[in-house]
């Protein structure tokens, strides 16, 4: 086994210094010979203990790297920290129902609207139409629509209002 490390030993950092850097390559060469020991130590028969040698290094240096991206993958507790201060900002049981609520009075609200002002109404401000397109849709004026639309939103702010809802 000397002879094995005199003769391989500068060989075997290089190649492990350009597939993991000199700092792992030292720790991995030692771990290298202390893996060759073991299995000549085990009564493998060993026909060219170079390859053999350069082998267990590769093999340890490709499990090194593999080590590497999984520590890589992992979140260090600062940023676990910083993901648990987000605050969420998704609404709360209480808002999700006052806001089923305001639809349910919004839509009562909307369905006592004549079909053409609720229409308006609909194209305009649910589904972002300009007005000039609905004017050309229904048939009417520009100002007509625009008086639609207007006459339709105090409607429904007057229905939420006396429902408890604030503008």
């Given at each position: 086994m000397a002879i094995l490390y005199r003769s391989h030993c500068e060989a075997l950092?290089?190649?492990?210094?350009?597939k993991v850097g000199?700092?792992?390559a030292s720790d991995l060469m030692h771990e290298t010979f202390i893996r060759v020991a073991r299995a000549e130590q085990g009564r493998t028969v060993l026909h060219n203990e170079r390859a053999f040698l350069f082998q267990v290094a590769a093999n340890l240096a490709v499990d090194h790297n593999r080590a590497q991206v999984r520590q890589?993958?992992?979140?260090?507790?600062?940023e676990i920290d910083d993901l648990l201060a987000v605050t969420d900002e998704a609404p709360g049981p209480d808002r999700q129902a006052q806001g089923r609520l305001d639809l349910q009075?919004?839509?009562?609200a909307l369905r006592e609207l004549p079909p053409r002002r609720a229409e308006a109404f609909r194209l305009s401000r649910i589904e972002g139409v300009s007005h000039a397109y609905i004017a050309a849709r229904l048939g009417v004026s520009l100002r007509t629509v625009e008086a639609?639309?207007?006459?339709?939103?105090d409607h429904c702010a007057d229905r939420l209002r006396s429902s408890g809802i604030p503008d």
């Open positions: 950092l290089r190649f492990l210094s350009r000199r700092h792992e890589s993958r992992l979140l260090s507790p600062v009075n919004l839509a009562a639609e639309v207007r006459m339709a939103l």
